[in-house]
């Protein structure tokens, strides 16, 4: 599928639908399409968040297939901000399931309960969910704002093993089972080690472009000399090291 469609005003509503249409398929050769069309509309502030999204679902199936499994845990992490646009359950369950093989057990731990939360509300939409301070200090929508797909991501037998970890978790822990934090840089409040805003002062922060996590003031970062975009150099170097190219541009680069 190619979209060659000359951006217009009066086409808004129409790149919207179709952003959101081919963000909740999901389908690699759709996104790539999707991806290359908001390219051409980067200063349209409306469909920027859709361009971010493509871009990072991409990078997704890009490090997954490359073996980067730290970097494909980071931008599985960071979708769960965007889970309003992207299927709900599918991003709980994959980001659960790569802190899992990073061995981020905490992380790992709320992202499934709210996964299992999900899932139990798509079999039973009666039954309700209940907020919880899980997700307080995080830049992730409220389980109330969003859409949920009539049928289930996994099934029962895999969400079975998923409860059995959980609990085996419960009974070992040994930590505090939350999710990371850190302090705002300019107001002092505490944050959500991913969210890209400050909820008290509306401060905002760059995501990097391999992975999607906020670019502090503190990060080392790097901006390619093609298209201007920044990423954390951590991130940069894996990445590019396997790769040779910008995520973002696709222009050939090196490590810094």
Not at 62 to 69: A, D, I, R, S, V
Request: charged share 25%.
């Amino acid at each position: 599928m190619h979209y060659k469609v000359p951006y217009h005003p009066s086409l808004l509503p129409i790149f919207k639908q179709v952003s959101v249409e081919i963000l909740l398929g999901g389908i690699d050769d759709e996104l790539k399409s999707l991806n290359a069309m908001l390219k051409h509309t980067q200063e349209v502030e409306e469909l920027s968040e859709y361009l971010y999204i493509s871009h990072f679902l991409i990078q997704k199936s890009n490090c997954q297939n490359l073996g980067l499994h730290k970097l494909h845990c980071k931008i599985c992490v960071s979708l769960l901000r965007y889970i309003k646009d992207i299927r709900p359950d599918k991003a709980f369950y994959e980001a659960g399931l790569s802190c899992k093989v990073e061995k981020q057990i905490s992380m790992s731990f709320v992202f499934f309960n709210r996964f299992l939360d999900l899932a139990d509300a798509i079999d039973d939409p009666n039954a309700g969910m209940d907020e919880n301070n899980d997700f307080v200090y995080t830049d992730i929508p409220s389980v109330f704002d969003l859409s949920l797909p009539e049928k289930n991501y996994v099934d029962e037998s895999k969400r079975s093993e998923i409860k059995d970890y959980i609990l085996s978790i419960s009974v070992q822990k040994k930590t505090e089972l939350t999710l990371p934090s850190r302090t705002c840089e300019r107001c002092g409040t505490k944050l959500y080690e991913y969210a890209l805003s400050c909820k008290k002062c509306q401060y905002k922060w760059e995501p990097c472009i391999v992975t999607g996590v906020p670019l502090f003031a503190n990060v080392p970062s790097i901006k390619c000399k093609f298209c201007g975009r920044n990423a954390a150099k951590e991130c940069w170097n894996e990445y590019v090291q396997k790769t040779q190219h910008c995520p973002w541009c696709d222009n050939v680069q090196t490590i810094y």
